[in-house]
């Protein structure tokens, strides 16, 4: 079944709360209606970083009421859908570039919608467009990261803009049901460029949890 929620949204990402406010992030994110919160899981190995993992994902999945978007930026993503699905993700997106062949590729789609979880695929900012169109039809999400995937508070990638329009007019050619999310940079200006372009959902961390209240910023990403 398709994901199928009020869009544009954002995904409020819990990877800028440092672990003492994670608990507040979640709340924030509860108050302005967020259908999605954000997990992003790294493996210090497809990025440089570490940050949280199936634990995390356990021990948050229950205490809010919004879908766990969990986001993970890890080597051999095929292996590690099944503990991601336990510990309550309801929505996994992996790296295409995680996965050496379309075997693989193939292979974590059909685990997690086995697992009853919907799936996503993501593609760094400087791989092709073209690469999705052969899982276009197969997944439930698309993310074109706005900026290089590893770590949170960088500047988004102007030609972004461009790969979002491509994407989106390669959804609607194809008939596909996937709806598009963009991921990293977003804030008052890239939020509402970005929707114009065609993004459906917007994952935002530093902005939205920066210097003014939630609702605030939230009104700002989505131009209300
Ligand atoms: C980056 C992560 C993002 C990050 C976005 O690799 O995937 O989800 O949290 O954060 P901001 O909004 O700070 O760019
Ligand atoms: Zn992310």
Redesign the pocket.
Known sequence: MALVIKTPCLSP?L??CTPFHIREGMAGAESIGAPLI?I?V?DGKF?KNESFGVDFVKDVHNKHNMLNDT?I?IEKPWEKIDDFIKAGSNIITFHLEACPSEKEVRETIKKIHDGGAYAGISIKPHTSTNAILPYINDVDLILV?C????????KFIPETYERIADVKAMIKASGSKALLQV????NDITGPASIKAGADIL??????FGDETPEIRAAKILNK
Request: net charge negative.
């Open positions: 990402s990877l800028a954000h992003d790294m990025v986001h930026m990261m900026v290089e995937p590893g770590w949170g508070g960088q991921d990293g940079g977003i994952v935002t961390g530093t902005y939205l």
